[in-house]
């Protein structure tokens, strides 16, 4: 392998490594999360149905170390809502996510478990 080979194959593999690496912060843990009105007035939200985790993310560009937006957490927290057909997420975890090398993203993670309380309520 000649030297100049080489030394693209390393250059290669750190750009790579750099594209690839990014952050992650753990915001908080919430019990109950909605955007939505919700009475829980009648309703006990441990023996309603609970599904499976879903995750909704909100994110936007950086350029140049310039961020072109903000994450907006209700609209992360309105993804998941939407993919668990529900109104209140329960056990809750929030995280912000980022990565950049001259271009990137940064983000919002909402992961929980999405519960439907409207036709449950006695």
Do not use: Y
């Amino acid at each position: 392998m000649s030297a100049t080979t080489r030394r693209l194959a390393i250059f290669g593999v750190g750009l790579a490594l750099m594209l690839s690496s990014g952050c992650t912060t753990r915001l908080g843990d919430m019990t109950l999360v909605s955007t939505r009105l919700v009475s829980l007035d009648r309703v006990d939200v441990s023996t309603l149905p609970h599904g499976e985790r879903v995750t909704g993310k909100s994110s936007k560009p950086v350029f140049l170390f310039i961020p072109l937006g903000f994450p907006n957490l209700l609209d992360a927290i309105d993804e998941a809502l939407e993919k668990g057909n529900g109104d209140l997420m329960v056990d809750v975890v929030i995280r912000a996510e980022g990565w950049w090398f001259l271009v990137g993203q940064n983000g919002l993670t909402v992961t929980g478990t999405v519960v439907n309380t409207k036709g449950k309520q006695p």
